[in-house]
């Protein structure tokens, strides 16, 4: 087994090569071209024919495949489905926002965390993405649609501070000056809830925006759409933005996905403002996703609009998100699903 070089930070690299008895400047060389995207050692033209040859024979270079392409007409969103080393898809969404090319990246193949809205979830977690992995979506959305990526969230498929340690290394290698650079303060972290990781990111102060899945202000309806809130209700979780808010000083973004009938009544947004009190905060507001399979509907344009005043009156600042990619399929995981469901009943037609 040949080692992921693409994961490995700068340090490490030249730690590596120098028990190779490599100069450390080889190390600055390499790492900035995997964080250009190249695919082989071949196309380091500044290594000798002999080093990148060495190279290759203890490393590996990781390279997705972009086996769908979806650009939205109306927005310009494109969606892409990459499929990994080992075969298993991931999706990555660019969105063009006014202040910069945002790529929306995933953190695992599936996801454990059962939440009843979202289709990435459906199959479960079938593995946690590497660091390379992560940063791939990155460079190869940037080299593929030629647009160059400022902003970065961490809200496609799978959950984040399930996968703590790797989406670290990922921040640390996105941040780096010989590779994208991408500050800290353009990057958001979106997490379902699982408190005691939320401590812990808390500890690393990074300056980057946590985004807290809430969708309900109480644990009656929070249960019945997310699993996870059994294990760490409404106010232990709020206990923990707050607790991450004197650590940081960074004001948490809630996002509340508006269900018909279920989360988007006067007195869950009363309800939401009561328990908001006192913690800097901005609630995004989305309007439900239609998920195939899914009995649950997005809430009226006229119950979102009253939600939003309840919240604005109360002095919370909050927004309805913009849907962007709403005609390519570009919500959570719904691309991957339609393709393997695709490919599992073309294997069944060919069994046949
Ligand atoms: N696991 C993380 C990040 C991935 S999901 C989390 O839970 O935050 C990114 C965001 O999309 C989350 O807020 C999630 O709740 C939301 N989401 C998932 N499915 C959705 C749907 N069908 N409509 C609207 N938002 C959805």
Redesign the pocket.
């Known amino acids: 087994m040949k080692t992921d070089l693409k994961s490995m930070t700068k340090e490490e690299m030249t730690a590596a090569f120098q028990e190779l008895g490599l100069p450390a400047f080889r190390a600055g060389q390499v790492f900035s071209w995997l964080h250009k995207g190249v695919s082989s050692f071949q196309e380091m033209t500044n290594l000798s024919k002999e080093l990148r040859e060495r190279l290759a024979e203890r490393y590996e270079i990781t390279v997705p495949v972009a086996v769908r392409r979806q650009e939205s007409q109306k927005d310009g969103t494109i969606k892409y489905l990459w499929r990994l080393n080992d075969g298993n898809c991931v999706e990555t969404v660019l969105m063009r926002y006014h202040y910069g090319n945002t790529v929306c990246i995933s ?1 695992e193949v599936g ?1 454990a ?1 059962g ?1 009843a ?4 979830t459906k199959g479960g977690l079938v593995r946690r993405l590497t660091p390379s992995e992560m940063l791939d979506q990155v460079l190869f959305t940037q080299l593929d649609s030629g647009l160059p990526v400022s902003h970065i969230v ?7 501070l399930d996968n703590y340690d790797t989406v670290m290394r990922f921040l640390e290698l996105v941040n780096s000056p010989n590779g994208l650079n991408i500050s800290m303060r353009h990057i958001s972290l ?4 699982l408190v005691p990781k939320i401590y812990k990111l808390a500890e690393e102060k990074l300056q980057l925006t946590l ?3 809430l ?1 309900a202000p109480s644990d009656e309806i929070r249960n019945t759409i997310m699993p996870i809130n059994k294990a760490y209700p409404v106010e232990t979780l709020l206990e923990g933005c707050r607790a991450y808010y004197e650590k940081t000083s960074r004001r948490i973004s809630f ?1 509340y ?1 508006m269900i018909d009938g279920v989360n988007d009544t006067p007195e869950c947004a009363k309800l939401l403002l009561r328990k908001l009190k006192g913690l800097p905060a901005h609630v995004n507001l ?6 195939e399979e ?1 009995p ?1 509907h ?1 809430s009226s344009r006229k119950a979102v609009a009253a939600f939003q005043k309840i919240l604005q009156d109360g002095g919370v600042s909050a927004t309805v998100r913009r849907t962007l990619g709403g005609d390519i399929d570009a ?3 719904q691309l991957r699903r339609k393709f393997e469901k695709r490919e599992a009943t073309q294997e069944k037609k060919r069994e046949i």
């Open positions: 953190s996801c965390m939440c809205f979202c289709a990435s961490l809200m496609g498929i799978g959950e984040p979106s997490t379902c809830g985004s807290v899945s969708h996002e996905a989305i309007p439900l996703n239609r998920v899914s649950l997005p919500s959570c995981g």
